[in-house]
């Protein structure tokens, strides 16, 4: 997809790639600490449909059916849904896991696409940002948590 990236967050997180992605996979356990995405459901491949229910500033906004379009574990997970009939906005969500010395670095991107982008792409970044910041913490702090029950 051509589209306008608008919002583009990263964080360090010490652990690795596979427990980072471990808990980015694990849609059941959304609700417990996922400010963003407080619902998800679907198959953990490729290809999926998945269900999420998104929040904006802590409201559930929408319940939306995304496409999974990249699957590469401990690396890589994304999706596209949006209004796709006729093309009005159609958005591509990226997460992706580099491995660092430390632990890995985890960025979360969006890009929009569609007869409404320009007019909605100010809107959305603002609110996006804040919500995929507020992910990334809570992703780092659940992480955290999980490492020290299994120490």
Known sequence: MTGVRISSTEIAIPARAGLVWSVLTDLDSYPAWN?????AAGRLREGARWRLERTLNGRAYRMRQVTVIGWEPGRRLAWRGGLT???????????????????????????VAGLLAPALVPWLRTRLQARFAAMNEALRD???RRLAESA
């Open 142 to 144: 659940e992480v955290l």
């Open 35 to 39: 400010p963003y995405i407080r619902k």
């Open 85 to 111: 009939m006729p093309p009005l906005l159609v958005g591509e969500h990226e997460v992706r896991i580099l491995e660092t010395a430390d632990g890995v670095r985890l960025v979360q991107a969006v890009a």
